[in-house]
């Protein structure tokens, strides 16, 4: 394949699976994120990548958001949600953070693929993106690229897309989001 053929491969992939998401959880997730007090993101690998930048660009948008972890974390209160992005629902610190947020009484909202993960049990909104992980379910979108880097790909396309359907539910001009950007730089 050339650089043309495999691009295009990857964003036709990428259409695929973000074509699955069902929009009624789409909906209820930015229900769900627009009445928490404040937003909690954990990941790990280069999912924590991509939940990082849904994250920054949340806070773009004036929404209070923390990655689980960082030195200036707050608490979590039953006033909060919790998004946790593992393709599988199955790694262990994720799993572990959610159970312990769950606890608290925090909202747990999963992006991921396996609907019948670990997760499951504790968690008030899966929005399942149903692509290829390394469990390879019967009805996954499969990928011929490495690993889970369509999962990873589609979280962070889905995490714009929400953010873009927030600014306009919320009817917020474009222009006056760089308040909200770093001005350190």
Known sequence: MNYQQTYQSILAECNIALAKVREEDIKQCIELILQADKVFFIGVGRVKLEIEAFAKRLSHL????VIVGQITEPA??????LIVASGSGESLIPVAIAQKAKTIGGKIIHFGSN???SL????????RIPVQT????????QSEQP????FEQS????GDTIAKMI?????IQLKNLWKFHANLE
Do not use: C, F, N, W
């Open 62 to 65: 004036g929404i209070y958001t």
């Open 76 to 81: 979590m209160t039953d006033r909060d949600i």
């Open 115 to 117: 609907p019948h993960s």
């Open 120 to 127: 499951a049990p504790i968690t008030d909104l899966m929005v």
């Open 134 to 141: 390394k469990l390879y379910l019967q009805d996954e979108v």
């Open 147 to 150: 690993m889970s880097s369509l």
């Open 155 to 158: 979280l962070l396309l889905l």
């Open 167 to 171: 600014v306009e539910k919320k009817e």
